[in-house]
């Protein structure tokens, strides 16, 4: 059962425009949201986290907004950039005492056109 | 680059078979975790090592087994390989091993079982 679910497997947008890239969850346990970006024949790399005690997390072009109610969070990126064309992972992390697991979804691929 | 090296980068090998993956954490980094990646998968959790010690287990079937040595590399066993194990084996270090401890990824090893 996929606790972390990135639905759509592809998104494609025009350079300059917005880039919403959603993720949903369902384990209420989940405490703190990751956003990793990938690039072929590379391992994925940390961009942006919030904790679930806020809404939102800004970090240059990228936003995170998180909807506890909802179970939903989602990155933003403005504008869009060629260099952004990767695969996104979202992930969550639920801390059980000494160890956080953190669970990814299966992620997006992003492609920003020209 | 993530500091995290990964060896070897490409693995054939025929089913079976016993191999070896070999990592090396970012400098100063106590935590250890090893992710699979398949084909149209996300990255499922196998193994999280905190300074020597087995500190979470996920999807690791029996057959794979995992160490962390003294000074804090880290091997992956896969054993009987089965086609099925073909995959992207990634590992990934943090100074901690809380939520506020973002992964840093290695560039990982495709294993191809034939």
């Known amino acids: 059962d996929q606790q972390v679910k990135q639905n759509s497997p592809s998104l494609s947008v025009q350079e300059g425009r917005i880039s919403i890239l959603n993720c949903d969850y369902t384990?209420?346990?989940?405490?703190?949201f990751l956003w990793y970006k990938k690039y072929p024949a590379e391992g994925p790399t940390f961009l942006i986290s919030i904790s679930s005690i806020k809404d939102k997390n800004e970090d240059g072009r990228f936003t995170v907004f998180l909807n506890k109610s909802a179970k939903h969070l989602s990155l933003h990126i403005v504008p869009s950039q060629p260099g952004d064309s990767a695969v996104y992972f979202c992930?969550?992390?639920?801390?059980?005492?000494?160890?956080?697991?953190?669970?990814f979804g299966k992620g997006i691929t992003l492609s920003v056109r020209p | 680059d993530s500091g995290v090296t990964q060896t070897p980068k490409h693995l054939i090998t025929a089913t079976g078979q016993r191999v070896t993956l070999r990592c090396s954490p970012r400098s100063g980094d106590l935590s250890v975790y090893w992710y699979q990646q398949s084909l149209d998968q996300g990255l499922q959790f196998l193994i999280h090592y905190y300074n020597g010690e087995e500190r979470a287990k996920g999807n690791i079937l029996e057959r794979f087994s995992a160490q962390q040595f003294p000074d804090l590399h880290s091997e992956l066993n896969l054993s009987s390989l089965e086609l099925g194990d073909s995959a992207l084996y990634f590992c990934?270090?943090?100074?901690?091993?809380?939520?506020?401890?973002?992964?840093?990824f290695g560039n990982g090893t495709r294993l191809t079982v034939t």
């Open positions: 992930a969550a992390s639920e801390f059980t005492g000494a160890n956080s697991k953190l669970t």
């Open positions: 384990n209420s346990m989940f405490d703190y």
């Open positions: 990934a270090s943090s100074v901690g091993s809380g939520k506020g401890s973002p992964l840093h």
